[in-house]
Structures are given as C-alpha cells and as structure tokens.
C-alpha cells in the first residue's frame, strides 16, 4: 500500500501544506488505497521536505514527481479524456499556482508578523518552546531567504499581494460557472487548484489575499464542492 508522508492537519483542512494535501486529494480523486503517516519530519526526507511517498521498495520525493509517478504506476483516468491543448492549459495552470501564488502565499504566511504566530503553532508547537523558536526562526530566516532569492521578496508588502490578486482573479474567471478547472468533469489540476485555494481561503488568517480571495464566491464555491465530494464522503 502506498504510505504517504505529510504534515499533521491543521484548520479544518487535510493539511497545511498545499503540496501535502494536493497529493491526499490526487489519491482519493483516482481511487488509490493509501495510509497517511501523519507528523513526519522534514529533515528525515529525502529531499527535506514533504510530501514523499513509499509504494513498495519504491520512495518518491516530490509532489510533481510523485503525480508523475502514480501516473504511470497506476493509470492516468483522471487526465485521459483531455486534449493535447487541454493538458498544455492544466499544466500552465498548474504552474500558476505552484510556482507563482505559492510564493505570495509562503510570504503571507511566514513573513506577516500576525500570522506568523499561528504558522509557527501549527508547524511547531509540538516542540518544546525554546526549541520551537529556535527551529522556527531558522526556517523563516531560510523562508525569508528564498523569497528574495526568487524574486517576490524583493517587492512591497503591496505589490507582493497585488501579484497574488492578480492570479486569483485569473483563476476565478478561469473556473467561471464550470463545477471544476477542465469542465464538467474533475481532472488531475483540480487536485492542485483545490489544495492551493484551500490552503488561502480556508484557515484562519487574516491577510490581503485571503480577503480578496474571499471577495470571488466562485473560488469558495468550488472548495466546498471539492470538499464534499472527496473528504465528505
């Protein structure tokens, strides 16, 4: 059986980290019997992060190279009725969320003083105090890092959230009326999209980019109905 690696749950969603709960999601959408080992170390991965995955002998790293290889582990039904242009969206869509508003929303979350205390619970605080702040500090020094280095820490406050703005505006006219990103029928993005708006819309942190995302009933709309068919049921 597969086992997956993640973060513990937190605010009423599957997990706090998008990437962990788009690979949850992705198992339950393609039916695929898994048991989740919640609490796992970042530094005990192979890569350091989390999610990975153990299927057998085999240990994967990764939330896109594990997509990749449950894909071609197990089948491919939830993408295969797409289109070559189709999957060309799906995946520049996915980009928009994993490689642009993931960065707006790690820097809301980290570096915004008011919420860095409930980010800092959640992720930390089953350490002891004095430990938790030592380790929680040397991860948002190394967040604070990345941001720069990446670019969207080089920004204001308000330009950091304008660019986030901007892409949760694009996918909610994106979304439209359609009950998921592809159309009628749920794909293999929607495991992303879901993870991704969730992880903004859903806890209990008060940001720019919560409020505006809140502003879009569509992207709420959409959560809930992802929501209640594959953790509700």
């Known amino acids: 059986m597969i086992k997956l690696y993640q973060f513990k749950p937190a605010w009423g969603l599957p997990n706090p980290s998008p990437f962990c709960m788009k ?17 796992a170390v970042p530094f005990k991965a192979p890569k350091k992060k989390l999610p990975y995955i153990e299927d057998g002998t085999q240990v994967v790293a990764d939330s896109g190279f594990i997509f990749k290889y449950l894909k071609q582990t197990y089948g491919d039904k939830l993408d295969e009725n797409l289109s070559a242009g189709e ?8 980009r928009l969320f994993e490689e642009n508003l993931y960065w707006v929303a790690l820097y809301s979350r980290w570096l915004e003083e008011s919420i860095y205390l409930e980010t800092k619970r959640v992720f930390f605080g089953a350490i002891p105090p004095i ?10 020094k190394g967040i604070r890092k990345a941001l720069y280095a990446q670019g969207t820490g080089r920004h204001s406050r308000d330009e950091i959230y304008d660019i986030g703005k901007a892409d949760l505006t694009a996918v909610s006219v994106w979304l439209g009326e359609r009950p998921f990103f592809m159309g009628a029928t749920p794909t293999s993005v929607d495991a992303i999209a879901y993870s991704f708006l969730g992880n903004i819309l859903v806890p209990p942190l008060k940001s720019p980019l919560k409020a505006h995302g809140m502003s879009l009933p569509n992207l709420s709309t959409y959560c809930e109905r992802m929501k209640n068919k594959y953790y509700e049921t």
């Open 23 to 39: 690979i949850e999601t992705y198992l339950r959408m393609a039916g695929l019997s898994y048991e989740v080992i919640n609490g």
């Open 87 to 94: 999957k060309a969206s799906a995946h520049a869509l996915s």
């Open 131 to 140: 430990l938790r702040e030592l380790v929680a500090g040397r991860v948002r």
